[in-house]
Nanobody, 120 residues
Framework: QVWLVESGGGLVQAGGSTRLSCAVSGRTFSSFASGWFRQAPGKEREFVADISWSGASTKYADSVKGRFIISRDNAQNTVYLQMNSLELEDTGVYFC?????????????WGQGTQVTVSS
């Protein structure tokens, strides 16, 4: 069985920063892409960023490009999301996911999510 456990987030002021972590167990983490998604209240889950198995390739949603940085540590089986210059619209539940390929999705294994609330 595969487990993804997110941590970090919480209440952050607009303009501030925070970092999310996602620890993965039960599958060879270093062989697969991983990603971050988010879901705001009343909205569908949306893609935020993903990273290839080696970390050499990353993609970002336009809404977070230049503000968020995704990274991974294969020795620690962990993927990170550094979130800077936070905006009110970044509020939501953030989920990490494990892909089925080395380079990207489809993403079919999910964590339970961690809440990020950006306040003014």
């Amino acid at each position: 069985q595969v487990w993804l456990v997110e941590s970090g987030g919480g209440l952050v002021q607009a303009g501030g920063s925070t970092r999310l972590s996602c620890a993965v167990s039960g599958r060879t983490f270093s062989s697969f892409a991983s990603g971050w998604f988010r879901q705001a209240p009343g909205k569908e889950r949306e893609f935020v960023a993903d990273i290839s198995w080696s970390g050499a390739s990353t993609k970002y949603a336009d809404s977070v490009k230049g503000r968020f940085i995704i990274s991974r540590d294969n020795a620690q089986n962990t993927v990170y999301l550094q979130m800077n210059s936070l905006e009110l619209e970044d509020t939501g539940v953030y989920f990490c996911a494990l892909g089925r390929t080395r380079w990207s999705g489809p993403y079919d294994t999910w964590g339970q999510g961690t809440q990020v609330t950006v306040s003014s």
